[in-house]
């Protein structure tokens, strides 16, 4: 089914709207989006996630590009109309989320929104924050996210917390943030 991510993207944006799908993993978001009449550009650090993404939604080719948060080194400034990062900053140590942030709204126009989802509980890691794999996974209070957001220039406008269906020990939270002005 449609994630959250998506219905939310679905709701707010033009359908001519350039997004950027950060840490795309899969692919799967992307190409909801695509479908939905969006142009997409995703990217991802894993050249093993990308070419399984590709696999999986070949109408994915050339969209998809190697680059990663917390830097976003390869994006030009104001470039995107929407940025989508779910599931991904989890992935970076707390340190690193106001840099990340930062990047998201320098890659967003004036005016664009990113769509961000996070996890705000999971019974499932050991007491480093890794799961089963060894793969970090910072859960950060919505609050300081929120706070960070707006610190470096993204003001909240949709919020939503859901338990994972498939993952009852996980739960999520899903965000609208608008890149304020200039």
């Given at each position: 089914?449609?994630?959250?991510?998506?219905a939310l993207e679905r709701?707010?944006?033009?359908?001519?709207?350039?997004?950027?799908?950060?840490?795309?993993?899969?692919?799967?978001?992307?190409?909801?989006?695509?479908?939905?009449?969006?142009?997409?550009?995703?990217?991802?650090?894993?050249?093993?996630?990308?070419?399984?993404?590709?696999?999986l939604h070949p109408e994915?080719?050339?969209?998809?590009?190697?680059?990663?948060?917390?830097?976003?080194?390869?994006?030009?400034?104001?470039?995107?109309?929407?940025?989508?990062?779910?599931?991904?900053?989890?992935?970076?140590?707390?340190?690193?989320?106001?840099?990340?942030?930062?990047?998201?709204?320098?890659?967003?126009?004036?005016?664009?929104?990113?769509?961000?989802?996070?996890?705000?509980?999971?019974?499932?890691?050991?007491?480093?924050?890794?799961?089963?794999?060894?793969?970090?996974?910072?859960?950060?209070?919505v609050e300081d996210v929120?706070?960070?957001?707006?610190?470096?220039?993204?003001?909240?406008?949709?919020?939503?917390?859901?338990?994972?269906?498939?993952?009852?020990?996980?739960?999520?939270?899903?965000?609208?943030?608008?890149?304020?002005?200039?």
């Amino acid at each position: 089914g449609e994630t959250d991510v998506v219905a939310l993207e679905r709701e707010r944006l033009e359908p001519d709207s350039l997004n950027l799908d950060v840490g795309a993993g899969s692919g799967r978001d992307a190409s909801a989006l695509l479908a939905l009449g969006h142009k997409v550009h995703a990217n991802d650090p894993s050249d093993a996630l990308r070419r399984a993404a590709l696999e999986l939604h070949p109408e994915l080719a050339g969209a998809l590009a190697s680059d990663s948060l917390p830097h976003l080194g390869t994006i030009a400034n104001r470039s995107y109309d929407a940025v989508i990062c779910r599931a991904v900053l989890m992935h970076l140590p707390r340190s690193d989320y106001s840099t990340a942030l930062r990047n998201i709204r320098r890659v967003l126009k004036p005016g664009g929104e990113l769509t961000l989802a996070v996890p705000v509980r999971r019974d499932d890691l050991d007491t480093q924050s890794r799961d089963a794999a060894g793969r970090l996974h910072t859960v950060v209070p919505v609050e300081d996210v929120v706070r960070l957001a707006r610190v470096n220039g993204l003001s909240l406008v949709h919020s939503k917390t859901t338990v994972d269906p498939q993952r009852p020990g996980i739960e999520w939270w899903t965000g609208g943030l608008r890149r304020e002005q200039p």
